[in-house]
């Protein structure tokens, strides 16, 4: 991995930083004046420990929070239990999560429940053709979407395949349209059988189907094999005819970076369920969706159990090791309008200052004191 980092940041500026990156806040009437659609909707966000050892002594658990960026913004974040908890961020991607602390809870015979709801409002996004909104500065950690992750080589077949689907593109964009194609023609989405489901690109590019992770990951690793910077990014997704009810599972999609237009979203997996959204989803992706997390491998801060794949589900340590006896529901209500005048707190801690604190794991990471949670603050 450290070698497939090296090589990567040669293939980009020679200078790239070191620090994680802004999470500036999108004020309230910077999207007033766009064309997109939008929808605002509170996400309720349930999840149930059990099986819980006798004499556990410390139960820890984390859950990703959807961050403010371009697409969207948080409105509102609320523990809706005396769950005591922080909030934090890990270094690498700057995703957001709050981390509980459960030791306490004195669980009952049916485990620990906590349930966390979320106020987010999202909006379509177009950003091909070239030039339809304003080109991205190129981020600090370029580098890092360029180099390999545990499930996503950038070398052997998936390379030998991306230089024969890309033969003759010779722009990046062309290439990346080129991979897209290719995949949404060659792959079935099909979640039969065993292997599907994991982001594995070698499995993906042998056995042609899968679900969004499989899709995705695959469109990453060639992307990246041919030297243009590549991220998976981990949400919800919205049932489009609906206002209320269940979130069955998650949906993960791509984006790819050029110069000229920023960072470019796909959805390879939705092009090729619905073709006729094949176009719109090449540089574009519709309202109806929330995003939690970006990239794979994440140290989540301060814990124990190492890098996790991806992250959507609440993660649970229990005495320092992974608890996988966890049930979620996912569940959600439309809010009418947008949220555009709802007041924005700072992500700060009770002494009015943000918290820095060395996390365990040698990472930094965003402390915020536990607030009540009525008036639970949302991090920019």
């Given at each position: 991995?450290?070698?497939?980092?090296?090589?990567?940041?040669?293939?980009v500026a020679?200078?790239?930083?070191?620090?994680?990156?802004?999470?500036?806040?999108v004020?309230?009437?910077?999207?007033?004046a766009?064309r997109?659609?939008?929808?605002?909707?509170?996400?309720?966000?349930?999840?149930s420990?059990?099986r819980?050892?006798?004499g556990?002594?410390?139960?820890?658990?984390w859950?990703?929070?959807?961050?403010?960026?371009?697409?969207q913004r948080?409105e509102?974040?609320?523990?809706?239990d005396?769950?005591p908890?922080?909030?934090?961020?890990?270094?690498?991607?700057g995703?957001?999560?709050i981390?509980?602390?459960?030791?306490?809870a004195g669980?009952?015979r049916?485990?620990?429940a906590?349930?966390?709801?979320?106020?987010?409002?999202r909006?379509?996004?177009?950003?091909?053709?070239?030039?339809?909104d304003?080109?991205?500065?190129?981020p600090a950690?370029?580098a890092?979407?360029l180099?390999?992750?545990?499930?996503v080589p950038?070398?052997?077949?998936?390379?030998?395949?991306?230089k024969r689907v890309?033969s003759?593109?010779?722009d990046?964009?062309?290439?990346?349209?080129?991979?897209?194609d290719h995949?949404?023609?060659s792959?079935?989405?099909?979640k039969?059988g065993?292997?599907?489901?994991?982001?594995d690109?070698?499995?993906?590019?042998?056995?042609?189907?899968?679900?969004?992770t499989?899709?995705?990951?695959?469109?990453?690793?060639?992307?990246?094999?041919l030297?243009?910077?590549?991220?998976?990014?981990?949400g919800?997704?919205?049932?489009?005819?609906?206002?209320?009810?269940?979130i069955?599972g998650?949906?993960c999609?791509?984006?790819?970076?050029?110069?000229?237009?920023g960072?470019?979203?796909?959805?390879a997996?939705?092009?090729?369920k619905?073709?006729?959204?094949?176009?719109?989803l090449f540089?574009?992706?519709?309202?109806?969706?929330?995003?939690?997390?970006?990239?794979?491998?994440?140290?989540?801060?301060?814990?124990?159990s190492?890098?996790?794949?991806?992250?959507?589900s609440?993660?649970?340590?229990i005495?320092g090791?992974?608890?996988d006896?966890?049930e979620?529901?996912?569940?959600?209500?439309q809010?009418a309008?947008?949220?555009?005048?709802m007041?924005?707190?700072e992500?700060?801690?009770s002494?009015?200052?943000?918290q820095?604190?060395?996390a365990g794991?040698?990472?930094?990471?965003?402390?915020?004191r536990?607030?009540?949670?009525?008036?639970?603050?949302?991090?920019?």
């Amino acid at each position: 991995m450290r070698g497939h980092l090296f090589a990567a940041t040669a293939m980009v500026a020679a200078a790239l930083t070191v620090q994680a990156p802004s999470l500036k806040a999108v004020q309230p009437g910077e999207w007033a004046a766009d064309r997109f659609a939008r929808r605002t909707v509170e996400l309720t966000y349930r999840f149930s420990v059990g099986r819980i050892p006798d004499g556990s002594k410390e139960i820890i658990a984390w859950v990703p929070v959807p961050p403010t960026n371009d697409q969207q913004r948080l409105e509102r974040l609320r523990v809706l239990d005396n769950s005591p908890y922080t909030l934090l961020r890990d270094s690498e991607y700057g995703n957001q999560f709050i981390r509980f602390n459960l030791s306490g809870a004195g669980p009952t015979r049916e485990g620990l429940a906590v349930t966390v709801s979320f106020l987010v409002t999202r909006k379509a996004q177009r950003v091909l053709p070239a030039g339809a909104d304003e080109p991205s500065t190129p981020p600090a950690k370029l580098a890092r979407f360029l180099a390999a992750d545990r499930m996503v080589p950038t070398d052997g077949k998936i390379a030998a395949e991306a230089k024969r689907v890309a033969s003759g593109a010779t722009d990046p964009l062309a290439k990346a349209r080129r991979i897209y194609d290719h995949i949404v023609d060659s792959m079935t989405y099909d979640k039969t059988g065993q292997g599907w489901g994991r982001g594995d690109a070698v499995f993906a590019c042998d056995i042609r189907k899968g679900n969004c992770t499989d899709f995705h990951s695959l469109f990453i690793g060639e992307c990246r094999a041919l030297g243009i910077p590549s991220r998976f990014i981990m949400g919800l997704p919205l049932p489009e005819a609906k206002t209320t009810g269940k979130i069955p599972g998650y949906h993960c999609w791509a984006e790819f970076y050029v110069a000229a237009a920023g960072w470019v979203p796909v959805d390879a997996s939705e092009a090729h369920k619905f073709p006729k959204k094949r176009e719109a989803l090449f540089g574009g992706l519709d309202e109806n969706r929330i995003h939690f997390t970006t990239g794979r491998d994440i140290v989540l801060p301060l814990s124990k159990s190492g890098p996790v794949n991806f992250v959507i589900s609440p993660h649970v340590e229990i005495n320092g090791k992974l608890h996988d006896s966890v049930e979620t529901d996912f569940s959600f209500r439309q809010v009418a309008g947008d949220a555009s005048e709802m007041s924005y707190p700072e992500a700060v801690g009770s002494d009015g200052k943000e918290q820095l604190a060395q996390a365990g794991n040698g990472r930094r990471a965003l402390h915020v004191r536990r607030r009540p949670p009525d008036s639970a603050p949302k991090i920019d």
